[in-house]
């Protein structure tokens, strides 16, 4: 579902901006399926405090400011918690803007200035694709989308700013630094 399709990006934007790239966030099947499971939770939460709720008035004593709070937090709660996954889910991606590589995770986007981009680290043997934010490699973040659209996303950042650097690591060169350790 993730990662089966690229984000469609419309010719022209609006007030004839070019789209901006974007890449769909690539779950493992793991996190995936507790995202879902997360939801189902919340849901059956819902469906239960709604249950209980019913149970409640029924029973006449609405005079009770306690009960009030707790069914309204228990709302608020697995409502909260539904929105928050469902959106995980639906819209994770990375956003490349001209001074900017944004992560959306749903409801949570967090912006990473190009300038800070130090270098762009490709580990064959784990595929993965990894970005610096310094020199030393301690300050990292890695891209998490599917690997055929690698090659585009690095070629897009390194044209955003020709200071950032490219590198690759086969998967023996990989091996032998795990050996090392």
Known sequence: MNDLTPIPTPEGAPNGQ???????????????????????????????TTWQFVEFVRGGELGSVLEWCKYALLYLVSS????????AV???????????????????????????????????????LAVYFDSEKTRYTVIVIKEAYYDEFVRLLLKRSERI?????????EEEIKKKK
């Open 80 to 87: 909260a918690l539904f929105v928050v996954m469902l959106a």
């Open 18 to 48: 070019p789209a901006l790239p974007r890449w769909r966030f690539r779950f493992s099947a793991p996190v995936l399926a507790l995202l879902c499971l997360g939801i189902a939770f919340a849901a059956a939460g819902f469906a239960l």
């Open 165 to 173: 650097g490219f590198s690759f690591s086969t998967a023996e060169e």
């Open 90 to 128: 639906i819209r994770s991606e990375y956003i490349l803007t001209e001074k900017k590589l944004i992560l959306v995770f749903g409801v949570i986007r967090m912006g990473y200035p190009i300038e800070s981009i130090v270098s762009v680290h490709l580990f064959q043997g784990a595929r993965k």
